[in-house]
């Protein structure tokens, strides 16, 4: 019972982590502009995400414009967008696949030992999941930090991290610890299951010598 709960906790977990992980993916405000000089003309904030890049003016009117050409963008974008876009596709897959392995269900019951291999397969995938997100985020902010620090940028023209990249941190370490939840459960469950084998294994046999001894020799 008590390892249904961890499974369901390490679920709830990863799956709240897969839907941060989308709202990363489709968020603009990767980073945003820096307000760090004085030659400020308008305030307009600036925001660019993976897929488009957005005008805010003090008015509250945003304007957004999506990013025309693919093959003009940066390396480190079109890195950061393959890496989300597996993501959220590799945790879909791990949410279906962890629904069929976690002992709470009904499908595939009367195999535990498959049952519990299939937990771990989904474990797995939310880990690698959360991997890539952390990968992705932690490049982008990467850039941003160098470009905002090199001397050759303008003032103006700097940026600083975005909300987006925040959500994805917390998305990737609510992922990747689902998915240790799920795999440390089911491990522990085999665990135990072969020391219990190992352990009434030697008195089965000293039973079956018992009897056979007491069939050979009557008293």
């Not at 993501?87 to 696949?97: D, H, K, R």
Request: with cysteine; aromatic share 12%.
């Amino acid at each position: 019972m008590a390892n249904s709960g961890f499974q369901l906790l390490g679920y709830f977990l990863a799956l709240g982590g897969w839907i941060g992980i989308i709202s990363t993916t489709v968020l603009p405000q990767w980073k945003q502009s820096s307000y760090a000089g004085d030659a400020i003309i308008m305030a307009v904030g600036l925001y660019e995400g993976l897929w488009m890049s957005c005008a805010s003016q003090s008015t509250g009117q945003v304007q957004c414009k999506i990013f025309d050409s693919l093959l003009s963008l940066d390396v480190h974008i079109q890195t950061c967008r393959a890496l989300m876009v597996i993501s959220v596709l590799m945790g879909f897959i791990a949410i279906i696949v962890s629904v069929v392995g976690m002992k709470c269900t009904k499908v595939g019951d009367n195999n535990p030992s498959t049952k519990s291999k299939i937990a771990i397969s989904g474990g797995s995938l939310f880990l690698l999941s959360g991997l890539c997100t952390l990968v992705a985020v932690s490049w982008y902010a990467t850039q941003v930090s160098y470009h905002f620090f090199d001397p050759n940028t303008p003032i103006n023209a700097r940026y600083e991290f975005g909300p987006a990249l925040f959500v994805g941190w917390a998305a990737a370490i609510l992922m990747m610890l689902g998915g240790s939840f799920l795999c440390c459960s089911c491990v522990n469950e085999d665990s135990r299951g072969q020391q219990f084998y190992r352990q009434s294994q030697p008195s089965t046999a000293r039973e079956y010598v018992d009897e056979l001894s007491e069939t050979s020799f009557p008293d």
